[in-house]
């Protein structure tokens, strides 16, 4: 059993990580800037580093996940100095802590920071071809990636890096900032308008999946290590289909929705490698989308009495 803190772990798949590893039986504690009714969890703001230090001064933590980050795209454009500040000096601040504290990291940044590129996504692609990200969201995440590195260089900090991909499920609520996945099914579900981009292809993985590989690291930590994390290359699928499954599941037509051809400042098509993912943390995703959605489905219903 090790000491794990969660930064971010009320958000989305910092929910599903802390259950995944309290269940593994580690010491869990979880900070975000929401409240949270558990005594082992702290209301912080990551980018204050005084509210930070308060928390290192009281507990030797052994691995920290550092998820909190504002996320997505146009969120990004609307919220732009919520997210360079987040993103960028709290992963300043988390690091600072890292080189007085000495604990391990695992950053999130997200496959966000492909960019443009329209190849095969393998982790070394970043230090191979010059990208364009193309917003800030996936800037700030490059950034922080580079933040990480320059520690690790200069201070011996020890982190390893994921680049999650269109990760979703349960505690995903819903917001017009989130995914594809939940403004389908909450729209869908309160027969509210939606648009689908047609061509446009992605890889999802259910987040159970997600949060088992990520509960594996602290058993197979490789400092330096980076990587893609995401469901099966096979599983590409069109984003009309994901629509399409919604639609379906719901008993509902298609009346709501707005077919167009392509989504600007996106890569139509992201094509992800997560062989290194298998090979040193065997991910092994065992939730088909259709699966999937269902059950998210089920647990969007309960949430919003639907």
Not at 271 to 288: A, M, P, Q, Y
Request: hydrophobic share 35%.
């Amino acid at each position: 059993m090790v000491k794990i803190l969660v930064t971010g772990g009320k958000g989305f798949i910092g929910t599903n990580l802390t259950a995944e590893l309290k269940k593994r039986g580690h010491e869990v504690w979880t900070l975000d800037i929401l409240h949270g009714e558990d005594i082992n969890h702290f209301r912080i703001d990551v980018s204050s580093h005084w509210q930070l230090e308060g928390v290192f001064e009281k507990h030797k933590f052994d691995y920290v996940y550092h998820l909190a980050a504002e996320y997505g795209r146009w969120n990004g454009e609307d919220h732009y100095d919520n997210l360079w500040t987040t993103n960028t000096i709290g992963t300043k601040n988390i690091l600072r802590l890292q080189e007085k504290y000495k604990f391990r990291q695992i950053f999130f940044s997200s496959c966000e920071v492909y960019g443009d590129y329209d190849g095969i996504m393998s982790e070394d692609i970043m230090e191979k071809v010059p990208i364009q990200q193309m917003n800030d969201y996936a800037l700030s995440k490059w950034v922080g990636e580079l933040q990480v590195l320059n520690s690790a260089k200069m201070f011996r900090t020890e982190t390893v890096r994921v680049r999650p991909l269109n990760c979703y499920g349960p505690h995903e609520y819903y917001s017009p900032y989130r995914g594809v996945i939940p403004i389908f099914v909450y729209r869908a579900l309160t027969n509210m308008p939606y648009t689908v981009y047609k061509g446009h292809k992605r890889i999802f993985d259910y987040v159970e999946d997600t949060c088992k590989t990520l509960a594996n690291i602290v058993d197979n930590f490789i400092p330096g290590e980076v990587y893609n994390l995401g469901s099966k290359e096979e599983w590409i699928t069109d984003i009309k289909y994901i629509s399409n499954l919604v639609l379906k599941y719901l008993g509902k037509d298609d009346r709501n929705v707005t077919y167009k051809e392509i989504e600007p400042f996106t890569t139509k098509i992201k094509r992800v490698d997560f062989s290194k993912i298998r090979r040193d943390l065997k991910h092994n995703s065992e939730t088909t989308i259709e699966e999937g959605i269902k059950k998210y489905i089920e647990w969007m219903k309960k949430v919003y009495n639907k």
